[in-house]
T-cell receptor, first 113, second 115 residues
Framework: DAGVIQSPRHEVTEMGQEVTLRCKPI?????LFWYRQTMMRGLELLIY????????DSGMPEDRFSAKMPNASFSTLKIQPSEPRDSAVYFC???????????FGPGTRLLVL | AQKITQTQPGMFVQEKEAVTLDCTYD???????LFWYKQPSSGEMIFLIY??????QNATEGRYSLNFQKARKSANLVISASQLGDSAMYFC????????????FGTGTRLQVFP
């Protein structure tokens, strides 16, 4: 079975540009999570969805960040406008029901110049 | 206060030996879950093992076991018979309560396995 799919795997952009990260969760999973990993802050949850509905977005840094999940098989994380401090690895993860594990995608490495 | 504390920034172990990676947690919620993830140098996060706060027995998954000491609020990961491929960052995480699926991660421990 395919795991969580993220695209792009690498993104280099200039400050002020819009960045869109994409995620396809594991088929049948009903929860989806967006994480950010940096050296300074470690791994932190940005937002998560349950059955396509945002449940907790308290980790979203500011209004420049937005996330959507229009259907059970697709989610986006958008940064507009991007800033150098947004440079990080962004992970998407999914899980199913009461099963405890969250399964991570390979991550998107974002560099904002 | 830190919710998840991993005090060992780095650990070394010889191949075939066992190693324990420490994790302590802080919560007042009686219901919680504890997780360990492995992050190799390639970057992906791999789910290893889970322990629920009400589980009576320590969790085991192959060569991984979780030494759960509730009174001490510790959830140490034990890797038996270490292999070179076990070299990676290891993260402890906690889900606090039953209402949320949010995980809080520790800062990680880098494990190096040498021949």
């Amino acid at each position: 079975d395919a795991g969580v799919i993220q695209s792009p795997r690498h993104e280099v952009t200039e400050m002020g540009q819009e960045v869109t990260l994409r995620c396809k969760p594991i088929s049948g999973h009903n929860s989806l999570f967006w994480y950010r990993q940096t050296m300074m802050r470690g791994l932190e949850l940005l937002i998560y969805f349950n059955n396509n509905v945002p449940i907790d977005d308290s980790g979203m840094p500011e209004d420049r960040f937005s996330a959507k999940m229009p259907n059970a098989s697709f989610s986006t994380l958008k940064i507009q406008p991007s800033e150098p401090r947004d440079s990080a690895v962004y992970f998407c993860a999914s899980s199913f029901g009461t099963s405890p594990g969250q399964y991570f995608g390979p991550g998107t490495r974002l560099l904002v110049l | 206060a830190q919710k998840i504390t991993q005090t060992q920034p780095g650990m070394f172990v010889q191949e075939k030996e066992a190693v324990t990676l420490d994790c302590t947690y802080d919560t007042s919620d009686p219901s919680y879950g504890l997780f360990w993830y492995k992050q190799p140098s390639s970057g992906e996060m791999i789910f290893l093992i889970y322990q629920g706060s009400y589980d009576q027995q320590n969790a085991t998954e192959g060569r991984y076991s979780l030494n759960f000491q509730k009174a001490r609020k510790s959830a140490n990961l034990v890797i038996s018979a270490s292999q070179l491929g076990d070299s990676a960052m290891y993260f402890c995480a906690m889900r606090e309560g039953d209402v949320t699926d949010k995980l809080i991660f520790g800062t990680g421990t880098r494990l190096q396995v040498f021949p």
